[in-house]
């Protein structure tokens, strides 16, 4: 296998993923529709085509890593319906796991969330920030980035990639 990248057809807002030969997948952004799993839609159905292609531990499919760019809801429009957003130990098997989350500095400071799907994800980068300092914070599905900077985040440089600073994503 070599590596690929898969533009999906969702219309407007964006969602790329990103596969290595070392079978490594990478997400940026989601824009899964309701209306893509009706037989009838001729909407495509993302979910089916992550759970068909992506890596699984027994049963449980994954992802190395979910990078969200910003909040906007076509950019994150399904991630609470097809992915956990909790710890490892409570994973639905028919949802997709995030080995490591990526999220804006904003994402985490931001009061005023406009959808679920953001308030989703902030209440999981939450989660996982909680965890920080801890040993399980480097275990899958707890681990976290932050792409961005923030005063009120300060405590949390080590994880926090900066515009123009290069970081290790690990998989």
Do not use: W
């Amino acid at each position: 296998m070599e590596n690929y990248v898969t533009f999906f057809p969702v219309g407007n807002g964006d969602m790329t993923l990103i596969s290595t030969e070392d079978k490594v997948n990478f997400l940026i952004d989601c824009n899964i529709r309701k209306e893509s799993e009706d037989d009838e839609s001729d909407m495509y159905d993302c979910n089916k085509y992550l759970h068909d292609t992506l890596e699984a531990d027994g049963k449980q499919v994954y992802l190395d890593a979910f990078f969200l760019t910003h909040s906007d809801h076509d950019h994150c429009r399904g991630i609470e319906e097809h992915f956990n957003l909790c710890a490892p130990s409570e994973c639905e098997i028919d949802k997709i796991r995030i080995n490591e989350l990526c999220v804006p500095a904003r994402l985490l400071v931001d009061d005023n969330l406009t959808n679920d799907d953001a308030k989703a994800l902030k209440d999981e980068a939450e989660r996982r920030l909680n965890l920080y300092g801890k040993s399980d914070f480097n275990v899958n599905g707890n681990r976290l980035k932050i792409i961005g900077y923030s005063e009120d985040l300060a405590d949390y440089t080590d994880i926090m990639t900066v515009a123009g600073m290069k970081k290790n994503i690990r998989v």
